[in-house]
């Protein structure tokens, strides 16, 4: 889903460059606000973390695998979409620099897909499924599920826009893909939240607003 | 991806003319050729453009003594979903084109043309060459001095100090992740392995990941405690130290940065 450089024009980059900015912006500010500014090293070590976890190849059938975004897991765990949006700039900007995992240019774009579309899908399709059926990870899975998928689709959007790929079968392609993953994406975070909720019930407030106990 | 980090970093300890540039030129080079390829419209004369700067690409490999095998292991490794767009093009009409011509008749309705040919080839070697410059960087260049380059050149103190801090740790998990690989062959255990259950796989996996999330969180709670016990506070900033360009670091600037920007010029307007 990363979109390397050269796949799309410079002035869409930078468009889109711009509107990750403001989230950047709003997600640091959301840290200063939430976690107070001493605690955003916490963050820090955590993105780290995703971005290791982000190497677990999932099986997901037919010979192919995937890996987990992680947009959605942040998001409902720390308790806002911001978060996603902050730990997926870090783990972006060194995929990207290092790794040339997606481009400088397109950054924004990744950016922009995978933390901000997927960690504010992920967040509040969570909120409004447990408030209508309070069920802690079926709501996570279905959350985690569409987080990924749209951002495919986002994705498949932008790269259509860019002239680089057509939209019908770019729609198909990522989206028949996507929602293979999202399947697996979504198992594997409401099994993760379950463990979380074992190990660390305080995590529960995040999840459910309640104390586990 | 993360099985790369530590061969990527030992690559940029290496001694070699590239190495010792500053990483602030090495920087400004990357972006600068980056958007100056990106820029360039897709058209004939690009595959001039991109022979210029694979050449220039080729002498700074040299120099910097990387080794082929190294380079191409690196490639391999990003170029995956950039390979399947370029190779899928070249079954559409592309808009950049109003006329087609069939080149591969296939079953199915399915054409391979012509213009999306050329196109899919202008832009394989756009990616190619934007790749390459990343390659270049990351293999001649130390992370934190990247990160130190960058703050020289005006990323925020706050950002500096949070990407750093990622970085840093990124190897604690690099190892941590190693040891949780070696713990699941010990196992026997393979995700792949269609002998065991989907289910039992997917929930090993999602514990796992699970556990690897906890063991971040709580390695932050221990590095933000241990921060706090360092002196580390509110009003805590990074101080970066500043240092000018050495010569030979305004040298290489001031050759490579005209022939980046002048020389797609050039053919462009020719």
Known sequence: MHIPDAFMPIWQGGIYWIIALIFIFLALKWARNELTEDKIPMVAVLSAGIFAIQAFNLP???????????????????GSPYAAVFVLTLVLIIQGVIFGDGGLT??????LNMGVIGGFIGYYSYWGLHQATKKVYLSAAIAAWLACF???????VMMWLAGTFPLVPGLVAMGTYHALIGIVEGAITAGAIYLLLQARPEFSDAVTGVNAA | MIEELFAIEE????????HRLDARVKLILTIAAIIAVVSYPFEPDLYLVSGGFLLLLIILFGLSKTAVKTYLIRLAMILPFGFFIIVAQIFFKNPRYTEFTVLIDLPFGIAVYQESFLFALMLSLKFIVCVSFIILLSGTTPMQDLLEGAARLGLPAEFTLVLGMTIRYLFVFAIMYRHIQNALATRCFSAYNRALPYRYRISTIAYTIGTFFLRSFEQGERTYMSMLCRGYGRSSYIYITKKPLASTDRLVLGMIMP????????????
Do not use: K
């Open chain 1, 106 to 111: 397109t950054m924004g774009a990744n950016i």
């Open chain 1, 60 to 78: 997901v059938g037919f010979g192919t695998s995937g890996h987990l975004v992680g947009g959605a897991l942040v998001a409902i765990l720390l």
């Open chain 2, 259 to 270: 022939f980046i920007i002048i020389f797609p010029i050039i053919i462009y307007l020719l």
């Open chain 1, 150 to 156: 749209i951002s495919a689709l986002a994705c498949a």
């Open chain 2, 11 to 18: 690559e940029s300890y290496r001694d070699s003319i590239v």
